[in-house]
C-alpha cells in the first residue's frame, strides 16, 4: 500500500461546479499538507499549504485537513476550464522534509 | 524570470550514451531537489542538497546517476549509459528553509526521451 493514495480520476465536471478532490494517507507522522496544480508538460506549482489539521482559503480554493481520519481535500468553488489540469497532493513531516506525492488527479472542466 | 529555470527542456537521446541536466534555483534558496516523474504518477524523489552539500539520495537511483551542486548556486544531474527506462520528466525544485517552514518551488522540468 503507497503511504499517499489519490484517485488518479479523470474527473469531469461542468463549468462553474464545485469540485472536491481528495487523498488519504497513511503515516499519522505527517504535518505539512500541500496541494500542487500541473498543467501538461509543465511542473508542478504550489496552491495551497497547511499545517496540521484545519481549514485554509485562498480565493475559489479551499484545504481541508482532517488528521484524526488521515483524509486531505481541495475544493474548487466557480471551476473555470482553466482550472483543468493535474492536482497533487504532497506532505512531510517534521523529521523528514522529503515530499511524498499522490499520483495526481486529472481534472477536466467541460465549458 | 526569478522562478526556477530548468535545461534543457527536451533532449532524445540514443540509449547508452551520457546527457547532463542544469538546474537554476530561486535565488538564495538553500534547497534544491531532482526528481523524476513518468506519466500518471507524481513526482519521484532522487536527491537533494542543502547549500552545496548533498544531504540525501534516494535508494532507487542507480550508480549511473550522479548530481552536483558545486558552489551552493545551479546543480546538475547526470545520467551516464541512458537506458530506456530512463525516459521521464526530470523536475528540479528549490526551496527556502526557514525553522521547520519549506515550501518547494518547481521549475518546468527537462522531458528526456531514451531511444
Known amino acids: 500500500q503507497k503511504e499517499v493514495e489519490q484517485d488518479p480520476g479523470p474527473l469531469s465536471v461542468p463549468e462553474g461546479a464545485i469540485v472536491s478532490l481528495n487523498c488519504t494517507y497513511s503515516?499519522?507522522?505527517?504535518?505539512?499538507f500541500m496541494w500542487y496544480r500541473q498543467y501538461s508538460r509543465k511542473g508542478p506549482e504550489l496552491l495551497m499549504y497547511?499545517?496540521s489539521s484545519g481549514n485554509k482559503e485562498d480565493g475559489r480554493f479551499t484545504a481541508q485537513v482532517d488528521k484524526s481520519s488521515k483524509y486531505i481535500s481541495l475544493f474548487i468553488r466557480d471551476s473555470q476550464p482553466s482550472d483543468s489540469a493535474t492536482y497533487l497532493c504532497?506532505?512531510?513531516?517534521?523529521?523528514?522534509?522529503?515530499?511524498?506525492w499522490g499520483a495526481g488527479t486529472k481534472l477536466i472542466i467541460k465549458p | 524570470d526569478t522562478g526556477v529555470s530548468q535545461d534543457p527542456r527536451h533532449k532524445i537521446t540514443k540509449r547508452g550514451q551520457n546527457v547532463t541536466f542544469r538546474c537554476d534555483p530561486i535565488?538564495?534558496?538553500?534547497?534544491l531537489y531532482w526528481y523524476r516523474q513518468t506519466l500518471g504518477q507524481g513526482p519521484e524523489f532522487l536527491t537533494y542538497?542543502?547549500?552545496?552539500?548533498?544531504?540525501?539520495k534516494s535508494r532507487l537511483l542507480s550508480d549511473r546517476f550522479s548530481a552536483e551542486r558545486p558552489k551552493g548556486s545551479f546543480s546538475t544531474l547526470e545520467i551516464q549509459r541512458t537506458e530506456q527506462g530512463d525516459s521521464a520528466m526530470y523536475l528540479c525544485?528549490?526551496?527556502?528553509?526557514?525553522?521547520?517552514?519549506?515550501?518547494?518551488?518547481f521549475g518546468p522540468g527537462t522531458r528526456l526521451l531514451v531511444l
Open positions: 504532497a506532505m512531510s513531516s517534521d523529521s523528514n522534509y522529503q515530499l511524498i
Open positions: 535565488s538564495e534558496h538553500n534547497r
Open positions: 503515516n499519522s507522522a505527517f504535518q505539512y
Open positions: 497547511t499545517y
Open positions: 525544485a528549490s526551496s527556502l528553509l526557514r525553522g521547520s517552514q519549506e515550501t518547494q518551488y
Open positions: 542538497f542543502q547549500n552545496e552539500a548533498q544531504l540525501e
